[in-house]
């Protein structure tokens, strides 16, 4: 079965500091990956997404950057945080099946809370 | 420009109040539309995917419908332990991308 990591749970970093959030997905291959953003109350806001290793599309200029060394693998960083980096950050996979969208849409990870202070 | 709409944007009921939550959209070439449950704190769940105007899906208390510009997700006789934030995003044909709505938070007092 499928599963996505990721971590850590909860986050608290003073401003100016360096970011790593890594995702990690089991039981399939070549999925689409996707690093989401949330503040309270608020909608999803797509941050990145990947199709391969290598390839990463920026939807939002930020203080952030992403990477997928490795298939199954997607870092979302920054080298230094701003207060307004403070949210929810969520991963996401989605596979294609027969060039579509899987019914279930995207799977998402569990969330890393965000402080910076 | 392609939008998802979501009202309202917090609902409290009763337990066994029924009521229905609404997004409304504007896509060129919808491809398929996903409604997802969100507890505080956790990513959000897949519930149903609706593909074409006229499809229902049911899911428990909840039942969820399609028109050409618009979904509803039905929730009758709620129980507490539904109270979530619902959230519905669209597909266009133009990616894989889904556009999210900003929510509907459902609140059912005992």
């Known amino acids: 079965s499928q599963t996505i990591h990721q971590w850590p749970a909860t986050l608290v970093q003073p401003v100016g500091s360096p970011l790593s959030l890594e995702c990690t997905v089991e039981?399939?291959?070549?999925?689409?990956l996707y690093w989401y953003r949330q503040a309270a109350g608020r909608g999803l806001q797509l941050l990145f997404y990947s199709v391969g290793i290598g390839q990463i599309s920026s939807e939002v200029p930020q203080n952030l950057s992403a990477s997928r060394p490795q298939d199954r693998q997607f870092i979302l960083s920054s080298k230094k945080l701003l207060l307004s980096d403070s949210g929810f950050y969520l991963c996401?996979?989605?596979?294609?099946?027969?060039?579509?969208?899987?019914?279930?849409?995207?799977?998402f990870g569990s969330g890393t809370r965000l402080t910076v202070v | 420009e392609d939008q998802v709409t979501q009202s309202p944007e917090a609902l409290r009921l009763q337990e066994g109040e029924s009521s229905s939550l609404n997004c409304s959209y504007t896509v060129s070439g919808l491809r398929g539309l996903f409604w997802y449950r969100q507890d505080p704190g956790k990513g959000p769940e897949f519930l149903f995917t609706l593909y074409s105007a006229g499809e229902e899906k049911e899911k428990e208390r909840l039942k969820a419908t399609l028109t050409k510009k618009e979904s509803f997700l039905h929730i009758t006789a709620p129980k507490p332990e539904d109270s979530a934030t619902y959230l519905c995003a669209v597909l266009r044909d133009s990616n894989y991308q889904l556009i999210w709505g900003a929510g509907t938070k459902l609140i059912i007092k005992p």
């Open positions: 996401a996979w989605s596979v294609l099946r027969q060039g579509r969208l899987a019914n279930y849409g995207y799977t």
């Open positions: 039981g399939t291959s070549n999925p689409n």
